[in-house]
């Protein structure tokens, strides 16, 4: 080491330790050379990661590392030290004005540069340097240190405050909302990076949220809408099956769309939180992330055949993922494999719900943490104040809407989406009706009651333009009406995967069409899955945003190449891409002038061209192949979309919207996305 003399190194070896059969490696320190040590420390490391550990499951030692640093205090201790008597520096030149801690003070200014060793500034002062300014409170003191460094002590001991009470206050209210969802942003950042698949790790394809002890809602990050607004579906599901049965350690999974979850891929992880005895769960958290392949007749579980939903792969009906602490892999590979059509990459199932399960451990960690600053009343009083401001902001939404507004959103299928708002000024409530909506067919554009539930809280939390978290209040003044039978409502066994990536698209179009917000978004995620048994991958490619009208009037134009609505993955890096996969992205472009036209412009669409490197199969799930989406208020429609085959021999195939087929190594699909709508006459 260059600068450290000999005897003030240290060394450190290092083990990088990981489960048998895993990929996530942790590092153990190993001084004194003891397995066991070593393996207590990894266990210990991996269950604060992850929540859990597994029983007699092989440990491997992946690398041996030697970590090098300064073991002398010495540089440290002179550093800090003063370079003789303290000299107490008094009577600025200069005199301004600070706020601190709630109150105006009168603070001495000084110069760096007039500054010397063994000079003490007591706050309230300013420091000023060339490049910045340091800010000494009342209560601390700078003194400048034998190497001329600037050292902060505090002084006199911080005075205690009234405890903070449980009743509204408009700024910790602010505070709460932001902190809530800073939970769920520090539990999908552990998500990505844990997360094997490129689905989850690379394009985002995830959600996380947190809880109250109900399971509504109370915050979430800005992850996917159509998540967010149905997972709390799941929640209370796992709350009602397992009422009495929950202990410290339990995780639970679930994707049945009829029992509280959206469509197959997307598997929710769902972890209670219990106070300090471990008897009471005070919240939950949860994540939920769509999978790369859960099984199915297609690779990608997105088939656009299906017709049934056992053919779109394995269901998860309240499986026990982690009990008491152990994770139950044996019982998760035999669930994921014990099916007519399983699961073609289990492992990766396995690593990405144990990346559900970690972030879910970070939830907890954060919301026990904010517990112990601010007490248990105080967190639960502000979850509950935290709603009640949202109900509030959507009824502020409500007193802009007309009494009555309706739309019809017909689908590429033959079906239509109707929806009905009625306002009730008294009340100061609104009904969503979705009467005379198409019936369930015989495909799989039938979307689960929480998914329409999810678009209308995006499209009402949307409308709100206060920065408030997307929660179970915005819903509070909405009553949703949505009959049996409908394709809004399906039964078992009915297909659903389109439903919850096509179909809350036509759904929150119908919404913002009714309320004279927004033009026509393209409708659609453009669903494309390709694979084989050695790989599967998923992903939504994005067009433009439709133009619209603030709550004040004013319009606004859309924006080129974002993902809209239900949807807000991102899409893979090339690089990764690449890597990853047999395949070569030959283009990806923006559509100059594609977009919707009118008063205000809709932004442009996109296209996409992967060109394939090995024979594999390739889907599209798509709408709006034969129907252009459409402005408002006199704006102009936009395009159609369109998936072509561009085959060996010159010949050029025109897949269907929905659609299925084998492309083999050096064939290409190209991508066309539709454009939304534009709003107002030119």
Known sequence: MQGVADEDMAMRPVLHIRYDGTDTTLPISFPDHSIADARAAFEAAHKAQFGFIYENKQLVVETVAVEGSNGGDSHHQEALAPSGPPRDMADARQNRRIFSEGEWHDAGIWRREALRPSDRVSGPALIIEPNQTIVVENGWQAEITMRNHVLLRRTVR???????????????????????????????????????????????????????????????????????????????????????????????????????????????????????????????????????????????????LATTVDEEGVLFDNFRLVERGRFREAELVSLLSDHPYPARNPAQNVADLKAQIAANKKGVAELRRMVAHFSLPVVKAYMGHVQDNAAESVRRVLERLPDTSAYEYPTDTGQVIKVKISVDRTGREATVDFTGTSPVMKNNFNAPEPVARAAVLYAFRVMVEDNIPMNAGCLRPINI??????????????????????????????????????????????????????????????????????????????????????????????????????????????????????????????????????????????????????????????????????????????????????LEAGEAVVVTTPTPGGFGEA
Not at 265 to 292: C, K, M, Y
Not at 518 to 543: K, P, V, W
Not at 611 to 640: N, T, V, W, Y
């Open 481 to 662: 009406v949505i009959p049996e039978g409908s394709m809004l409502k399906p039964a078992y066994p009915a297909a659903v995967v389109a439903g919850n990536v096509e179909t809350s698209q036509h759904v929150t179009n119908a919404l913002f069409g009714a309320m004279g917000a927004m033009a026509n978004a393209q409708g659609t995620m453009n669903n494309l899955t390709f694979g084989n048994d050695r790989h599967q991958y998923y992903e939504t490619i994005c067009s433009g945003s439709p133009a619209g009208r603030m709550n004040d009037g004013r319009g606004f134009a859309g924006t080129s190449g974002v993902h809209t609505h239900m949807t807000n993955s991102r899409l893979t890096d090339p690089e990764i891409l690449e890597l990853r996969f047999p395949v070569l992205l030959e283009d990806f472009r923006i559509r100059e002038g594609s977009g919707g036209k009118g008063r205000w412009r809709a932004g442009d669409g996109t296209r996409r061209s992967i060109r394939f490197l090995e024979k594999m199969q390739c889907a599209i799930l798509s709408s709006h192949r034969s129907r252009p989406p459409q402005g408002l208020d006199g704006g102009g429609d936009g395009e159609m979309g369109s998936t072509k085959v561009r085959r060996l021999d010159g010949r050029v195939d025109v897949l269907k919207a929905c659609d299925q087929t084998v």
């Open 158 to 304: 911080k005075r205690r405050r009234a405890a903070l009470g449980t009743e509204a206050d408009p700024v910790m209210l602010e505070v709460f909302n932001n902190l809530f969802m800073s939970i769920a942003e520090q539990m999908g950042v552990t998500l990505q990076n844990t997360a094997y698949s490129v689905n989850i790790k690379e394009r985002l394809d995830f959600s996380c949220a947190v809880f109250d002890s109900d399971g509504a809602l109370v915050a979430n990050a800005p992850h996917m809408p159509v998540h967010l607004g149905s997972m709390d579906r799941s929640v209370e599901t796992i709350i009602r099956l397992n009422a009495g049965d929950v202990r410290p350690g339990d995780v639970f999974a679930l994707n049945a769309p009829y029992n509280g979850g959206t469509h197959l891929p997307d598997i929710t992880v769902v972890t209670p939180v219990f106070d300090d005895t471990q008897e009471n769960i005070l919240f939950w958290v949860a994540s939920r992330g769509h999978h790369a392949d859960v099984g199915g007749t297609a690779p990608g579980s997105m088939t656009p």
